[in-house]
Nanobody, 124 residues
């Protein structure tokens, strides 16, 4: 099976930056994504990436501010978040699947494995 462990969340002022990490172990995951869930809202797609080749997709709300990437050994996925806004406050989840999707899916149901989540709080 696949285990995902997120880290890097915290409290930051608006305009600041954070980098989330997701450590992947178990099996090779070809599709990775980040989702987030704000209080009282449904979980939403943030960004996704394919293994090797690095095709990426982003939600419109984070495009040009967030960057998803994979580490050299491809067992770590990062989410670099710049120009953070209070509305980015949420629990951020790493997600993965063994399938070689194309394009990278934006729906929760496409991802089989999930991390426990890490809190990101952006103060105004």
């Amino acid at each position: 099976q696949v285990q995902l462990v997120e880290s890097g969340g915290g409290l930051v002022q608006a305009g600041g930056s954070l980098r989330l990490s997701c450590a992947v172990s178990g099996r090779t995951t070809y599709t990775m994504g980040w989702f987030r869930q704000a209080p009282g809202k449904e979980r939403e797609f943030v960004a996704g990436i394919r293994r090797s080749g690095g095709s990426t997709v982003y939600a419109d709300s984070v495009k040009d501010r967030f960057t998803i990437s994979r580490g050299n050994a491809e067992n770590t996925v990062y989410l670099q978040m710049n120009s953070l806004k209070p509305e980015d406050t949420a629990v951020y989840y790493c997600a993965a699947d063994l399938a070689r999707y194309s394009p990278v899916p934006r729906t929760e149901t496409a991802y089989t494995y999930w991390g426990q989540g890490t809190q990101v709080t952006v103060s105004s």
